[in-house]
């Protein structure tokens, strides 16, 4: 079975601040994929990241970043210079194999940033 | 180009009654999927295709709850008769290996309150 924890139910900062979300995961597949989205205010869930288990090198994409560490099961999703858009809930997730398979979710973590 | 297509976006029913959700996914996507969304059980998976074939139901919760999906551009879930518990929001995604290398991605929701 796999499953994908985020510890950190909320996290509240000021706007500037960074801020890192935490994500550990399972499986027993040693091809996997990872994900991250953002979900707004509004409802709707907005990829933003997709990392395969064969890849841990960091990403950084403007005032986002992702570091993926096999060794510890861990995918951390950092924001630079938070701003109060960031704030959302953000949701880390698994799929198994080729990656084609349904998305196992973790519990989401609510960023608050506040001005 | 548009993306993953869901109606409606709300719905309202009473305990008993049937409700069909509809998605339209993004037009040369192969796969479509099925996540439901509750504050108690977070983002769960409940039923997968692959060019039109059910590949994984194994999160449909009960025999009360359906899914079609009759051709590449179309799929409905029915729940037939609805209760209360099934009030939550259920998101529909889609992807494909080539055009979209397995992200999914969502459509906006529909959020069904059952009375």
């Known amino acids: 079975a796999q499953k994908v924890t985020q510890a950190q139910t909320e996290i509240s900062v000021v706007e500037k601040e960074d801020v890192t979300l935490d994500c550990v995961y399972e499986t027993r597949d040693t091809t996997y994929y990872l994900f991250w989205y953002k979900q707004p205010p509004s409802g709707e869930l907005v990829f933003l990241i997709r990392?395969?288990?064969?890849?841990?090198q960091n990403e950084i994409s403007g005032r986002y970043s992702w570091n993926f560490q096999k060794s510890t099961s861990s995918f951390n999703f950092t924001i630079t210079a938070s701003q109060v858009v960031d704030s959302a809930v953000y949701f880390c997730a698994l799929a198994q194999g080729g990656g084609a398979d349904g998305l196992t979710f973790g519990k989401g973590t609510h960023l608050i940033i506040q001005p | 180009d548009a993306g993953v297509i869901q109606s409606p976006r709300h719905e309202v029913t009473e305990m008993g009654q049937e409700v069909t959700l509809r998605c339209k996914p993004i037009?040369?996507?192969?796969?479509l999927f099925w996540y439901r969304q509750t504050m108690m059980r977070g983002l769960e998976l409940l039923i997968y295709f692959n060019n039109n074939v059910p590949i994984d139901d194994s999160g449909m919760p009960e025999d009360r709850f359906s899914a079609k999906m009759p051709n590449a551009s179309f799929s409905t879930l029915k729940i037939q008769p609805s209760e209360p518990r099934d009030s939550a929001v259920y998101f529909c995604?889609?992807?494909?290996?080539?055009?979209?290398?397995?992200?999914?991605?969502f459509g906006a929701g529909t959020r069904l309150s059952v009375l």
């Open positions: 995604a889609s992807s494909d290996e080539n055009l979209a290398k397995n992200i999914q991605y």
């Open positions: 037009s040369g996507h192969d796969y």
């Open positions: 990392r395969n288990s064969f890849d841990e």
